[in-house]
């Protein structure tokens, strides 16, 4: 237990639906991210809220939407993806944007027909 | 290029084995992280270095900062050691983490 919990665990979702990926954080940290990770390739970051600000995205397409309500949430609103958007996706958070240790959650499975 | 490299990135044991995962990377940094994880995908930190060893239980980690180098040994291997093992780094300047691909380990009863 790494006090961040994402839901759903698993989606399979057709290219034309919309759905929605969301991680909550019981640690009281500041900062939260997106990660993706595909097979045999490193982690790759998609966005960065600090004190409920977007500061990083890092070119994502416009089909994945973040929203970060409060600083204990954080959603990844997902619409017309593509095949090869099916990734584990995986929320962290860290006490603050300058952080050294970030504290992931269990990931959501994706997989895009 | 990977800001940083492990290997192997594959590694099959038998069980009591000591195993070593290695970590190479190209940046300053402030800190070093071996991650853990398992199957079901939820990633678990074991250890954040910045300098020298450190031990908990089986697992030891130890960091050369001049030659960018850090090492992570499990002694008497179980098969509930079976994961993937990441080193990440936060690098001096800015604030994105960097990630190796991970080493996959497998130990066999």
């Given amino acids: 237990e790494t006090g961040v919990t994402q839901t759903p665990r698993h989606l399979v979702m057709g290219m034309t639906n919309k759905k929605s990926l969301k991680c909550e954080q019981h640690l009281g940290h500041n900062a939260?991210?997106?990660?993706?990770?595909?097979a045999k390739k490193p982690l790759e970051l998609m966005f960065v809220y600090s004190l409920e600000?977007?500061?990083?995205n890092n070119s994502v397409p416009s089909r994945f939407s973040p929203e970060c309500p409060n600083s204990s949430h954080l959603f990844l609103h997902l619409h017309t993806l593509q095949p090869e958007d099916s990734?584990?996706?995986?929320?962290?958070?860290?006490?603050?944007?300058s952080g050294r240790e970030l504290f992931f959650g269990e990931g959501s499975r994706l997989t895009v027909l | 290029k990977n800001e940083v490299e492990q290997s192997?990135?594959?590694?099959?044991?038998?069980?009591g084995e000591f195993i070593t995962i290695n970590c190479s990377y190209s940046v300053g940094i402030s800190a070093l992280h071996w991650l853990q994880q398992h199957p079901g995908g939820g990633i678990v930190s074991l250890f954040m270095l910045s300098s020298g060893k450190k031990k908990h239980g089986r697992l030891i980690a130890t960091i050369n900062i001049q030659e960018k180098h850090s090492s992570l040994h499990i002694t008497a291997s179980h098969p509930r050691d079976s994961a993937v093992y990441?080193?990440?780094?936060?690098p001096n300047t800015g604030n994105q983490f960097y990630f190796g691909t991970g080493t996959s380990l497998t130990v066999i009863p």
């Fill in chain 1, 32 to 38: 939260m991210y997106w990660y993706k990770q595909s």
């Fill in chain 1, 53 to 56: 600000e977007r500061v990083e």
């Fill in chain 1, 87 to 97: 990734a584990l996706y995986l929320c962290a958070s860290s006490q603050d944007y």
């Fill in chain 2, 8 to 15: 192997p990135q594959n590694l099959t044991a038998q069980e």
């Fill in chain 2, 86 to 90: 990441i080193c990440a780094v936060h």
